[in-house]
């Protein structure tokens, strides 16, 4: 049986139900109910959109009516952003990047103490599927400066 529903987009949790007349086939049955079911929505895992239930014919009555719910949630992921401090000037930096991971291009994560010749590398908090940009802005006090070679004055990065 189908019970086909309105579409639902990507990232988007909904409560659907469906009646059904159901006749056990001894012993039991496996019920199984997909959201997405011809996979028309792009998700980074086609796996999980569907739910099986065994029903026991002797622990239920012969006719049953149910309801399921199916959803598809997105899982955030962790950005690791790693820039190199290259300064003529000073021997320490203070470092700011910036994103739009949480809705507005702000500052995300700062350092007074980035040492000349400095790698630094900064992992994100929890970050939903989505396009997003960044950039890193240093300063010696008197200089202030974005990172070198950033199209459009920002990078792009996509998590999936």
Do not use: Q
Request: net charge negative; glycine share 6%.
């Amino acid at each position: 049986m189908e019970a086909p529903v309105s579409a639902i987009s990507s990232g988007v949790t909904r409560d659907e139900s469906f009646g059904h007349v159901w006749t056990c086939s001894d012993p039991e049955d496996i019920v199984t109910v997909c959201a997405d079911s011809g996979h028309t929505i792009p998700e980074s895992d086609e796996t999980n959109n569907c739910r099986d239930e065994t029903w026991d014919c002797h622990a239920t009555t012969t006719t049953t009516t149910t309801t399921t719910t199916t959803s598809t949630v997105p899982v955030p992921k962790r950005v690791t952003f790693k820039y190199t401090v290259k300064g003529k000037e000073s021997d320490k930096f203070h470092c700011t990047i910036y994103s739009n991971y949480s809705g507005d291009y702000l500052p995300v994560y700062s350092r007074d103490d980035v040492k000349n010749g400095e790698t630094v590398h900064f992992t994100s908090l929890p970050i939903l599927p989505g396009v997003y940009r960044w950039n890193v802005n240093c300063s010696d006090g008197k200089f202030s400066a974005l990172a070198e070679n950033a199209p459009r004055g920002y990078w792009i990065y996509r998590i999936k």
